[in-house]
């Protein structure tokens, strides 16, 4: 079977246009986040929109909660929708959500965002005091349901200690390595190598501020990181997680930065002088530009098998040790 | 294969003690009340109890979600367990919520419980306008997804338009016929005819109030009333919901009849002379107690077929039919 297409992170403002471009590039699952700052019920009021153009767009999406969903998706030119968390506000302080969102079919959640949470540190604290009492309980309840800790928006001691205290491998769904872009959301050599050790899966980011030069990155200069990035921690453990945010309004990335809990505006990755979402580097623009990665990545010394590797076959794999029930 | 024991309604005080008497009653399946009066996040609370359970005694009960998990229970000796609501206060005023209670396992809701609801009138009010605008939009959503429509607590205007309106055969999961005991929760013959030529389902509750006699019924009494009810309705429209509220404090009827919505006591089917819990009848007590109902089934006229259908069977019929989304 061809290998599967797999971006594993889009907060787009989804619509029958951005899932026929899916089809059009040829995309066999996305995980899309459903929750920044949501309550549980909040939360729910998303799912419940997904149902909607579930039920409204079957020809072209369905909703994905196992490995096998994806090669459903390829056998039927669908593209399987996974959902997660990027912040674990929709547990709120009840362990017991967890089984519960994962029977909804939540398949990650982020422990922080960007700020403390319940469960651990997020990038921007000045402190990072790592897991909480909380996060460990949640961590494990988390590797029992089957559900990914995702530590893209977290801390290093944090992002360690989850590594450390998960009995399953987890990942990092959208971000890049900071040796080749310094940003407060780029990852460390230390926390990459730990990761990627404990069978973790790193995905690469194409938002703008996770890139050299920004939106005027090249695909060579992104490629060639990923090159680099497979020579220190295997191929193996690389995936593409792009963060497009396609469609929407600038409203969307002050929501957030700032959700509920700050009353002053908070730019987080932007500025005052450029507070909106960053235009996409020209290579990729939505759904339908993965040929040109994979056909980026085939320019580098990366192998055929690597960069089918890269573009989704390690994702499902992962995603197949990762989604059912601990052993 | 063996066929099934089926209980329709319970709402015990659940715990191991009570999941050991299903298995040496040899229940293969219980549908089990898990709202009253609760809301969205208040039903989820009374979930993840279940998740508890399950979880702590997978030996005993697993959660049911399709017919196949009846069969699946005799194979594997344990009970499995089906969520229903009394009420539709769990889905609030969102429609959408229908779908996400049945991707949580919710297989049966009543329209209402006694009271006016949302979606048609409950049985003890005194005018019944039958179905409302939502409840019609309700119930044809719940004909989409698979959850089953029960008219238990109902009057008798919205029963009869909820089988009329509803594209798939409904249920009366726990109540006896009216000509036998008159009681505002049993049911008009007319109703009973309506329900069973649409398809539809009739459980007979245990529960006292609902019994001629109350507490000291005898089997026989309830046996020849089954008998009759098989001769006018057909047998494979029938089963046992015997609406086992076993172990509950007193303080849980309280909570049925008037949750929050009153500040004066109401007795429901009960008295300010007598306001508990009723005693059962002797001949059933438990759930180790259904061999008592079968035998005097089958001292009646009924044949063995029927007494087996009455007893489980016409309700995991009724199951493959209900559960899966609609074709």
């Known amino acids: 079977m061809k290998t599967p297409l797999i971006d594993n992170l889009q907060y787009a403002r989804f619509s029958p246009k951005i899932f026929e471009q899916m089809r059009a590039g040829g995309v066999d699952a996305v995980h899309v986040t459903i929750a920044y700052h949501e ?3 909040e939360m729910v009021l998303n799912l419940e929109q997904w149902n909607r153009w579930f039920e409204a767009h079957p020809d072209l999406i369905f909703k994905g909660t196992s490995a096998a969903c994806v090669r459903h998706a390829q056998e039927t030119r669908r593209t ?9 506000s929709p547990i709120e302080d009840d362990i017991g959500l967890v089984e519960i969102c994962h029977q909804l079919g939540i398949r990650f959640m982020q422990l922080t965002y960007n700020n403390q949470s319940l469960l651990a540190t997020g990038c921007y604290e000045a402190e990072d005091t790592g897991l909480t009492r909380m996060g460990k309980q949640v961590v494990a309840e988390m590797n029992r349901v089957g559900m990914v800790v995702d530590m893209s928006h977290s801390a290093d001691r944090s992002t360690l200690e989850a590594i450390d205290h998960s ?6 769904t959208h971000a890049n390595p900071a040796w080749w872009h310094k940003a407060l959301r780029n990852k460390s050599d230390d926390v990459l190598r730990a990761l990627t050790e404990a069978g973790g899966m790193l995905g690469f980011s194409v938002y703008p501020h996770h890139l050299a030069g920004g939106s005027d990155c090249t695909l060579s200069s992104f490629c060639e990181m990923v090159e680099e990035a497979a020579r220190r921690y295997g191929a ?3 995936g593409i997680g792009t963060d497009l945010c396609q469609d929407q309004p600038d409203s969307i990335v002050e929501w957030m930065r700032v959700g509920r809990w700050s009353k002053v505006m908070d730019y987080g990755e932007g500025s005052a002088s450029a507070p909106g979402f960053p235009q996409m580097p020209e290579w990729f623009v939505d ?3 993965f040929e040109n990665i994979r056909n980026g990545l085939l320019q580098t010394s990366l192998t055929e098998d690597e960069v089918c590797g ?3 076959m390690n994702w499902l794999t992962f995603f197949e040790n990762s989604f ?3 052993p």
Do not use: V
């Open 167 to 172: 009995s399953r491998p987890i990942a990092i």
């Open 80 to 88: 399987a929708i996974f959902f997660g968390f990027q912040n674990p």
């Open 287 to 289: 759904n339908r530009d």
């Open 39 to 41: 309550s549980f019920r």
């Open 236 to 238: 193996a453990h690389l």
């Open 324 to 326: 059912g029930a601990a």
């Open 310 to 312: 890269i573009m989704g």
